[in-house]
């Protein structure tokens, strides 16, 4: 039996770690309460396992009355505001994690993007290169309340700090979390083949008993291959996440996927189950960001199609409403498609392109560029039927061009179609094969590559696994039509222009 009192702390302190890295939440909790008998309210070891014990109390299934109170708790019984000073300077300079997890906790009761990006941004750079155990909890709270808000561009300038510091410390377990949520972001900036890219690190880790991120992961990565139309692997993948933990806040995600999954099989009433058991289970956590699971709002889709059109319009207003209480532009953007979607059932043209217009106005000065893809081909669609061939090829053009750089196939598909109904002729964004068509990060691992880099000194300047360089460089072979790296330098100078002869 150790008799230390610090060298038990530490012992509870590695079993709740264990245990918060396979989603339990409650035996994580269990751990530090005896941690904490042992030491000293004022000592390392106590601010750890408080730390650890915020993040598990936001997480665990059993523990929803509590996260009531948990932004008091942690402030002092005073909310925090943008522009606040951080709540206790001590508690500030020693747990980003508590700062992240208020900054969660304000996302999750649907405060405005503004004063979650204020409170994420109040979490000191240093410490999240420092922070890359367990997981890296504070920038994985940190930045999914960033995302839920839309505030892409903070998200990403954790994730520039955090990263690089868990590829230099080996950490396997914040590098699988940090990955997550980089294929988290790409995910909303319509970068689909990067975000299933960066999607794996995670699941591989399953195979070392990581549960973190499974079915968040999988759903995600669902949606992903759903937008680009390989039906199969999201039915995989939404299948697995099924496989999960149904008590977890995950599972609204893995129900959000499955309804995508099956509105893409045409299948709208199998859509509507899903996304209104997904709405029941975010109420049970008391989830009220629709920037997390804007359920309403896809519901009222698919009751449309499914031909309940007051459950639809009812739907709808109710995601409008949240929505525009919010400000967050992707939920207010997918409330005013289904909006218009309603207003076209009851042959109020004018209504439905005005809420179109609007959408695309939103989203347009944003990173959200799946989303503006849907709202422009929606519109367009909608002049189109309306008899306004040549005012519906502007949108649709641009919709065509987003949808191919984003790789979201069955979406181009769709713009084509209807930019030919219309008269009009197709643009294509970009070559199907040849170095034009090289997205931007296959560019980079092929510049590196053709410099005479590895595999793994290019996996660790670009902060990804080995497996995601040979991924990438395997597609950059078939659109190049080449077979082996010593052929990229000519593959790559033959699309660089030679200037004008003397």
Not at 397 to 406: F, K, M, N, P
């Amino acid at each position: 039996q150790v008799r230390d009192p610090e060298r038990r702390a530490e012992a509870h302190f590695a079993s709740a770690l264990h245990a918060y890295m396979r989603n339990d939440y409650e035996g994580t909790l269990t751990a530090i309460e005896g941690g904490l008998t042992d030491l000293q309210p004022d000592s390392d070891g106590a601010f750890a396992l408080r730390d650890l014990r915020t993040a598990a109390l936001a997480l665990a299934p059993a523990r929803v009355g509590e996260r009531a109170s948990l932004g008091d708790a942690l402030t002092g019984g005073a909310p925090a505001r943008d522009g606040d000073a951080a709540p206790d300077p001590a508690i500030a300079a020693r747990s980003p994690i508590t700062l992240a997890v208020l900054a969660a906790a304000a996302a999750t009761a649907g405060a405005p993007p503004a004063e979650v990006r204020a409170l994420a941004e109040r979490i000191p750079r240093a410490a999240l290169a420092r922070e890359v155990l367990p997981g890296s909890i504070a920038a994985s709270f940190a930045v999914t309340a960033l995302v839920w808000s839309d505030e892409l561009e903070a998200a990403e300038a954790i994730l520039d700090v955090a990263l690089p510091a868990a590829r230099d410390a080996g950490s396997l377990t914040a590098f699988g979390s940090l990955s997550h949520l980089r294929s988290l972001v790409r995910l909303r900036q319509g970068r689909l083949e990067e975000a299933i890219v960066d999607g794996q690190p995670p699941l591989d880790l399953r195979r070392e008993g990581w549960e973190t991120y499974r079915s968040w992961t999988t759903a995600r990565l669902a949606q992903a291959h759903v937008a680009r139309g390989e039906l199969e692997r999201a039915a995989e993948l939404v299948s697995l996440g099924l496989d999960g933990d149904p008590r977890q806040l995950e599972h609204a995600f893995v129900l959000e996927a499955a309804a995508d999954l099956a509105l893409a099989r045409g299948d709208a009433a199998a859509a509507l189950a899903r996304l209104t058991a997904a709405g029941a289970h975010v109420a049970r956590w008391d989830l009220r960001h629709p920037g997390a699971v804007a359920w309403q709002a896809q519901a009222a889709l698919a009751a449309q199609r499914c031909g309940e059109r007051e459950r639809a319009v009812e739907l709808a207003a109710a995601a409008l409403t949240e929505a525009r209480a919010v400000g967050a532009p992707r939920p207010l953007a997918l409330a005013l498609r289904a909006t218009a979607a309603g207003s076209v059932a009851d042959a109020a043209a004018p209504a439905a392109e005005a809420a179109l217009t609007e959408a695309v106005a939103v989203l347009r000065p944003t990173a959200l560029r799946l989303e503006l893809t849907l709202a422009l081909v929606d519109l367009g669609a909608l002049l189109r039927r309306d008899g306004r061939a040549r005012a519906a090829r502007a949108p649709l053009r641009e919709g065509l061009a987003l949808a191919e750089r984003c790789t979201a196939a069955p979406l181009a598909a769709r713009a084509h179609d209807e930019l030919l109904a219309t008269g009009g002729r197709r643009v294509r964004a970009r070559p199907l094969d040849g170095p034009a068509a090289l997205t931007p990060t296959e560019r980079r691992v092929a510049e590196l590559a053709a410099a005479g880099s590895s595999n793994a000194e290019i996996a660790a300047h670009l902060f990804v696994t080995v497996k995601t360089v040979e991924w990438h460089l395997g597609r950059t072979y078939r659109k190049l039509g080449i077979t082996s790296r010593r052929a990229l330098p000519a593959a790559l100078a033959a699309a660089e222009p030679t200037g004008p002869s003397s």
